[in-house]
């Protein structure tokens, strides 16, 4: 059974900075890219940063410069550093894993609120 369950979001003030963590479970992760994504209310989902099987990354406009996807294959888990956090970076954070015959899977994500 594949599991993904991601943790590390919660409140922080503008400026600030959290550490997400993707722990998988059922896939030979070693062979996946992951992927984190985010959904903020009313919004569509959006790509926020992948890494895929051979560390290769890449970022969407608005985070790059600022966060951080990162893997460790021997724990089976990935990261995402946030820092200089804006309030427009409010949303749920879902982390996926990626096959290269394209089948997906999803955790449930974790919320992250930036406010004062």
């Known amino acids: 059974q594949v599991q993904l369950v991601e943790s590390g979001g919660g409140l922080v003030q503008p400026g600030g900075s959290l550490r997400l963590s993707c722990a998988a479970s059922?896939?030979?992760?070693?062979?996946?890219?992951m992927n984190w994504y985010r959904q903020a209310p009313g919004k569509e989902r959006e790509m926020v940063a992948r890494?895929?099987?051979?560390?290769?990354?890449n970022y969407a406009d608005s985070v790059r410069g600022r966060f951080t996807i990162s893997r460790d294959n021997a724990k089976n888990m990935a990261y995402l550093q946030m820092n200089s956090l804006k309030p427009e970076d409010t949303a749920v954070y879902h982390c996926?894993?990626?096959?290269?015959?394209?089948?997906?899977?999803w955790g449930k994500g974790t919320l992250v609120t930036v406010s004062s």
């Open positions: 890494i895929t099987s051979a560390g290769s990354t």
């Open positions: 059922g896939i030979f992760f070693n062979f996946y890219a």
């Open positions: 996926s894993a990626k096959g290269l015959n394209g089948v997906e899977f």
